[in-house]
């Protein structure tokens, strides 16, 4: 049942009384999202962040996280040589290339547009016009959750940088392992601009702070 059915619903139960609920408006979250299958013997947790002082290689330890995530291994925390590295790094570059890891820095003015979807004034319009814009984490989660057969990363620097509150808004429970699109507990939210959005299973988050 969708907001407006759920609102009214609420209401009439509140009165004890029936009030008549537009079908033809009711749309479920399963009708608007593809449904996923959860995930099994996972090797990596789906959040995760690397802390420490700073200058200790937590950024440069980012890469080797997301590649040991795609390659379904241990991650490799002894040090590596320069060919080594190399070849990480190559292998971690075609996978941004190919958009299924995305890199991003959190700072004191970073907010929910920039990370979820905000409005953003049209130039090409002569008129005041606004397209809803959608920011980074919105983007790859989509995408995610169209591919379930690939995995993705979410990599974000400097997480605690940011007010989390304030960047994550509502979906910050949605990122919990068990509330991901797929899971027992799976559930989505409708965004301020109307989409219905969820965090599907194949999106790993993996965060930096010191």
Known sequence: MGDIGKALAEIGELLNEDIPVDKDTET????????????????HPLNQILYGAPGTGK??????????????REVND???DETA????????KNK?????????????SYGYEDFVQGLRPDPTKSELSFDTLDGVFKKIADKAMQ????DYVLIIDEIN?????????????????????????????????GDV????????IVGTMN
């Not at 999202?33 to 099994?40: D, E, H, I, K």
């Not at 950024?59 to 379904?72: G, P, S």
């Not at 590295?85 to 971690?92: E, I, P, W």
């Open 59 to 72: 950024t440069y330890a980012t890469a080797e996280y997301a590649m040991a995530i795609f390659e379904n």
């Open 78 to 80: 002894a040090k590596i």
């Open 28 to 43: 479920t979250d399963n009708e608007r999202l593809p449904s996923r299958s959860p995930r099994v013997r996972l090797k």
């Open 96 to 108: 941004v290339r190919d958009g299924f890891i995305v890199f991003t820095t959190f700072h004191q």
């Open 197 to 204: 959005f969820a965090v599907p299973n194949n999106l790993y």
């Open 147 to 150: 591919d379930a057969a690939n």
């Open 161 to 193: 940088r940011a007010q989390i509150s304030k960047v994550f808004g509502e979906l910050i429970t949605l990122i919990e392992d068990d509330k991901r699109w797929g899971e027992i507990n799976e559930l989505s939210v409708t965004l301020p601009y």
């Open 85 to 92: 590295r190399k070849t990480l790094m190559s292998n971690y």
